[in-house]
């Protein structure tokens, strides 16, 4: 008997990467029923080689779902998915509604698969931040062999973090400056195309942004709370695919040798590293990938046992939908969530 799951945000971005995973992974899922508001309501979405019409969120019966994966923003999370989970199925949001509650596990797989037997909490699982996620897939396997000291991360981040309206920008605007048209700004402060914006979410009283503090806190939940980490978090006019430049020092010496060869064997990297043109990876070709990528592995000599990489990956998939998918593989292969039965 398989498992019954509902994606939330469905006709989204993310969600219907969500819905291409599961097919693609060859969950074991009986059925699978795409959840969007009333206005997406009938809208068809993907799985597969099948076709489903999404159905309202506010009026479903969540009383025979195992497993709801949420992708509707935090505001709809904080409202539903206390309610979905009181009827009983196992809720793994990608907001950050639930990311800092102490009594909801916020999970990599690959970096804190453990930390998901603690779900019963609450009945709903944390997806952190898609720059979070890559970077701690990571950083995982180094800090076991070295243990990390302090993270300095510049991330480049694509329009498609900033959802379907963040895209829309940046083709909209990339195609008035190539015919001499007014560029409109209405997602972004600034202009996007052919440009950096130093600025992802709010700004904080210490003049970080949310993005960058959202970074710092969910590192130290899903790795170690001794990190110390400091990030700069930068938009930039990419449709797929988060990078980041990344310098670590750690307490006990690594080369950069040791890193790749650590890295080379870690689950969920991918290491792309040669000394020539080309020789790394970019957005361009991660996109569609489920791998965090990390090249330009090198020594930084000026700090003690310190260490400078590149990380890029896939921010709709292992950022968002794949790690989802990936949780709920993790509750299934550790038998902590049983199918419920179901009326013929």
């Known amino acids: 008997m398989g498992y019954k799951v509902a994606v939330v945000g469905a006709t989204g971005n ?3 990467v969500m819905l291409d995973i599961l097919d693609e992974r060859a969950f074991p899922a009986d059925e699978v029923v ?3 508001s ?3 309501q009938g809208v068809e979405v993907s799985y597969g080689d099948r076709r489903l019409k999404a159905k309202a969120l506010d009026t479903y019966d969540f009383s025979d779902v195992d497993i709801c994966l949420m992708s509707a923003g935090g505001d709809v999370s904080r409202e539903w998915a206390p309610r979905i989970a009181a009827q009983g199925a196992v809720v793994i949001d990608n907001s950050s509604a639930w990311r800092y509650d102490p009594d909801v596990p916020l999970v990599v797989p690959e970096v804190n698969a453990e930390a998901v037997r603690d779900f019963k909490k609450k009945n709903i699982i944390a997806n952190p931040n898609c720059s979070t996620a890559q970077l701690v897939v990571a950083l995982k396997p180094l800090h076991d062999a070295a243990k990390i000291k302090r993270v300095v991360v510049a991330t480049y ?6 959802g379907k ?4 920008e940046l083709d909209r605007q990339t195609r008035a400056l190539y015919s001499l048209q007014p560029v409109e700004q209405k997602k972004f402060p600034k202009r996007i195309a052919f440009n950096l914006i130093p600025h992802i979410d709010a700004f904080m009283e210490d003049g970080s942004t949310k993005e960058e503090w959202k970074m710092v806190a969910e590192t130290k939940k899903i790795l170690d709370p001794a990190i110390k980490l400091t990030a700069t978090c930068v938009r930039v006019p990419v449709f797929v695919g ?6 670590v020092e750690f307490e006990r010496p690594i080369t950069a040798d040791e890193a790749r060869e650590i890295l080379r064997s870690a ?3 991918m290491v792309i590293d040669t000394r020539e043109p080309g020789g790394y990876i970019t957005p361009h070709e991660a996109a569609g990938e489920d791998a965090t ?3 330009r592995i090198r020594e930084d000599i000026t700090v003690e046992n310190g260490l400078s990489f590149w990380c890029v990956s896939d921010n709709l998939r292992k950022g968002a939908a794949l790690n989802a998918v990936q949780i709920a593989e993790t509750l299934v292969n550790r038998r902590l969530l049983t199918p419920r039965q179901r009326a013929a």
């Open 293 to 295: 990528y990390v090249s």
């Open 14 to 16: 993310v969600g219907r």
């Open 34 to 36: 795409a959840l969007a």
């Open 242 to 247: 988060h990078s980041e430049a990344v310098n």
């Open 267 to 269: 689950p969920g990297v």
């Open 38 to 40: 009333r206005r997406s």
């Open 165 to 168: 309206e963040g895209e829309d």
């Open 157 to 162: 981040q694509s329009v498609s973090g900033a």
